[in-house]
Antibody, heavy 125, light 107 residues
Framework: VQLVESGGGVVQPGKSLRLSCAASGFTFGDYGMHWVRQAPGKGLEWVAVIYYEGITKYYADSVRGRFTISRDASKNTLYLQMNNLRGEDTAVYYC???????????????????WGQGTLVTVSS | YELTQPPSVSVSPGQTARITCSGDALPDQYAYWYQQKPGQAPVIIIYKDNERPSGIPERFSGSRSGTIVTLTIGGVQAEDEADYYCQSADSRSTHWVFGGGTKLTVL
């Protein structure tokens, strides 16, 4: 499994940026995918998830309405469109694969089982 | 929905380290633990409360009691010095959440 993020950089407040995550080494269409971010010197913050079918999406309250997660199965690529960026969005952004697992009772076992190395987004004027 | 961890834990080599994580929704969802070393991406070390992925040493274990889950590292080694994060989800699995992280210092 390999996940490689790209698209980070320095952007002014209020502007937009799109991150990409190229996936390989597994059947991309069988797994949900997450974006998780980490501000400098801070902890991990879950950002968004998109299920394997590409339809079901959930967002953290801090980004809902500004960020959009999407995927292109033909390109094995995950995206994060970030609009109206703020200083507090400055972080390393990781893409991560969802475990897509269930226990013996059918209860979801959902965690990030593989991570990329991250791409840094800096929002600054 | 929040998960609460102590900011730091310190132990001497060979001792046992315990890192707790508490959250009201924990009884309804499994808990997971990640290890993150400086400059690296997180790595899953415990899933489904107490299962270890292949390649994770046996000294790492997980347990739960009500609204508190605990990561235990028995016989701590210098290489275990890292940040540790618990993770779970809300009751409908629509929001994933991480604890604030615990910095483990090996004295």
């Amino acid at each position: 499994v390999q996940l490689v993020e790209s698209g980070g950089g320095v952007v002014q407040p209020g502007k937009s940026l799109r991150l990409s995550c190229a996936a390989s080494g597994f059947t991309f269409g069988d797994y949900g995918m997450h974006w998780v971010r980490q501000a400098p010197g801070k902890g991990l913050e879950w950002v968004a998830v998109i299920y394997y079918e590409g339809i079901t999406k959930y967002y953290a309250d801090s980004v809902r309405g500004r960020f959009t997660i999407s995927r292109d199965a033909s390109k094995n690529t995950l995206y994060l469109q970030m609009n109206n960026l703020r200083g507090e969005d400055t972080a390393v952004y990781y893409c991560a694969r969802d475990s897509e697992d269930y226990d013996i009772s059918g209860y979801p076992v959902r965690y990030c089982d593989h991570w990329g190395q991250g791409t840094l987004v800096t929002v600054s004027s | 929905y929040e998960l609460t961890q102590p900011p730091s834990v310190s132990v001497s080599p060979g001792q046992t380290a315990r890192i707790t994580c508490s959250g009201d929704a924990l009884p309804d969802q499994y808990a997971y633990w990640y290890q993150q070393k400086p400059g690296q991406a997180p790595v899953i070390i415990i899933y489904k409360d107490n299962e270890r992925p292949s390649g994770i040493p046996e000294r790492f274990s997980g347990s739960r009691s009500g609204t508190i889950v605990t990561l235990t590292i028995g016989g701590v080694q210098a290489e275990d010095e890292a940040d540790y994060y618990c993770q779970s989800a809300d009751s409908r699995s629509t929001h994933w959440v991480f604890g604030g992280g615990t910095k483990l210092t090996v004295l």
